[in-house]
């Protein structure tokens, strides 16, 4: 078991103060409409008006309201009330590598974090589902302090137990346990399949957001000899010189492709994408995430 969130000698609540300062860049983000507007006219319950605020989607001014009080007033709806925050967070073995002293999973528990304090600042309900090869920690959205704290306090000690990868029962859960339009962020490595259908069922009601988690090591092969290959899916297994060029420009195609049929994937079902490499810092990539979407 170890500790993820930075200073294993700190407290967690001296963490989640450092995280919560670095959050509330983006933390407004959730609440200035820049989710929502994809989802109105889908029989969301109108809830009344309110005061316009700088970020706010002006497809939501109330122009009869603007015109009688002589400033701008938008609608609200159900979802404007209460908008709950998920996370789905891979612990499978793969983010358990990196380099340069870092692993993928650290990466992704302060992305994670992140998202939780975000969630707290702005009074959000947020839940969670963890994974491995198994399901190994699932809550459903609540708000407060003591929420934050039991995910913070999850996602700073762990390490994987099963092999595989459980993204699909995941998604699933997700589907059964979120009852009303959510914002889901889905934190992983995506090195596996089969999960791709239940992604487009979930999108469907929820604003998804897929946040691929890289390291440097994926991109370039690193020279150590030469070693056996094993196919995932075809189980094949060749032996091969990880010094030759051929290899190397392979090793770099394939991730290519990868990286932009995840890109595809999520585009083509409405869902945002971010790509967070262990060598970047989470809040830069996710503030300017958020800003491109308020935009």
């Known amino acids: ?57 002006v497809r939501s001014l109330d122009w009869n309201v603007t015109a ?29 590598t990196g380099s340069k002293g870092m692993v993928k999973y650290e990466k992704a528990a302060e992305t994670a ?3 939780t304090m975000a969630s707290e600042l702005n009074s959000s309900p947020v839940g969670a589902v963890f994974f491995d090869g198994k399901i190994h920690f699932a809550v459903k959205s609540k708000s407060g302090r003591f929420q934050s704290m039991l995910l913070l306090s999850r996602l700073d000690q762990a390490s994987p137990v099963n092999n595989g990868s459980a993204l699909k029962s995941a998604l699933n859960g997700a ?21 791709e259908e239940t992604f487009k069922k979930l999108s469907w009601n929820h604003d ?4 691929k988690i890289t390291d440097p090591s994926e991109l370039e092969l690193p020279e150590i000899g030469t070693v056996p290959f094993t196919d995932s899916e075809t189980g094949k297994r060749m032996v091969l010189p990880t010094s030759s060029p051929a290899l190397k420009s392979l090793w770099r195609e394939e991730y290519r492709k990868r990286s932009e049929n995840l890109m595809k994937l999520a ?3 409405n869902a945002g994408f971010i790509s967070i490499s262990t060598e970047e810092d989470a809040s830069h990539i996710l503030s300017r995430y958020f800003r491109e979407r308020r935009k």
């Open 1 to 57: 078991m170890q500790n993820f969130l930075k200073g294993n000698t700190d407290s967690l609540t001296k963490k989640a103060s450092s995280l919560r300062l670095r959050s509330m860049e983006f933390a407004d983000c959730f609440k200035s409409g820049s989710f929502r507007s994809h989802y109105r006219g889908q029989g969301m319950e109108f809830l009344g008006v309110r005061e316009y605020l700088v970020g706010d989607d």
């Open 68 to 96: 009688k009080m002589g400033k701008p007033f938008v609608k609200m709806f159900e979802e404007d009330h209460q908008l709950e925050i998920f996370l789905i967070v891979d612990r499978s073995f793969s983010m358990f």
């Open 113 to 115: 974090a992140l998202l």
């Open 175 to 195: 589907v059964t346990m979120l009852k009303n339009h959510s914002l889901i962020f889905v934190i992983s490595d995506f090195r596996v399949s089969g999960w």
């Open 208 to 211: 998804v957001t897929l946040i």
């Open 267 to 269: 585009h083509k079902n």
